[in-house]
């Protein structure tokens, strides 16, 4: 899971707490399903988009996942 990698990554170097982090579900124009970690809703906004422009495809929906 290379996206997975990245926010490992970037958790270190911003010295997150990978327990702060939240699950967002993230829904594109293709119709594929994935899920990120990341800090904040902005942050899950902004890693949403590069990864639908990554796959040339529209980003339509970005939410967290709901904890039980």
Same mark, same amino acid.
């Given at each position: 899971?290379?996206?997975?990698?990245?926010?490992?990554?970037?958790?270190?170097?911003?010295?997150?707490?990978?327990?702060?982090?939240?699950?967002?579900? =993230?829904?594109?124009?293709?119709?594929?399903?994935?899920?990120?970690?990341?800090?904040?809703?902005?942050?899950?906004?902004?890693?949403?988009?590069?990864?639908?422009?990554?796959?040339?495809?529209?980003?339509?929906? =970005?939410?967290? =996942?709901?904890?039980?």
């Amino acid at each position: 899971m290379q996206h997975q990698d990245q926010h490992e990554e970037e958790s270190q170097k911003y010295n997150l707490d990978p327990q702060s982090l939240q699950e967002y579900k =993230v829904t594109l124009s293709s119709g594929e399903k994935m899920f990120i970690l990341a800090a904040n809703s902005m942050d899950a906004a902004y890693s949403a988009l590069e990864l639908s422009e990554d796959k040339h495809t529209k980003l339509l929906n =970005v939410r967290i =996942v709901d904890e039980w």
